[in-house]
Nanobody, 121 residues
Framework: QVQLVESGGGLVQAGDSLRLTCTAT????????MGWFRQAPGKEHEFVAA????????YYGDSAKGRFVISRDNAKNTVYLQMNSLKPEDTAVYYC????????????????WGQGTQEIS
């Protein structure tokens, strides 16, 4: 089973940029498509972005389109989420998740999740 650890969250001002990192151990990330989700206080998990195992395909939630970029480096077993033009409504705990098979936008179908990293803007 793959283990995931997120990092890079923090307190930023509106308009700033932030890059989140998800590092995997236990299994190679080449076996998984990867997703980023977020959860604001009192709300459900929201799909942010996902990327296929080969990085050929990327997908974004409406809130992330045009501002966020997901990428991966399989050699480093790492996935990134570059967040630009941050808004107060982006404040949430951000989670990365791994899934065998095809990309999905639904949180509960992923096989493994990290513990989350807090972003406040």
């Amino acid at each position: 089973q793959v283990q995931l650890v997120e990092s890079g969250g923090g307190l930023v001002q509106a308009g700033d940029s932030l890059r989140l990192t998800c590092t995997a151990t236990g299994r190679t990330l080449r076996d998984y498509c990867m997703g980023w989700f977020r959860q604001a206080p009192g709300k459900e998990h929201e799909f942010v972005a996902a990327i296929s195992w080969s990085a050929e395909s990327t997908y974004y939630g409406d809130s992330a389109k045009g501002r966020f970029v997901i990428s991966r480096d399989n050699a480093k077993n790492t996935v990134y989420l570059q967040m630009n033009s941050l808004k107060p409504e982006d404040t949430a705990v951000y989670y990365c998740a791994a899934k065998r098979g095809g990309v999905a936008r639904l949180w509960k179908v992923y096989d493994a999740w990290g513990q989350g990293t807090q972003e406040i803007s």
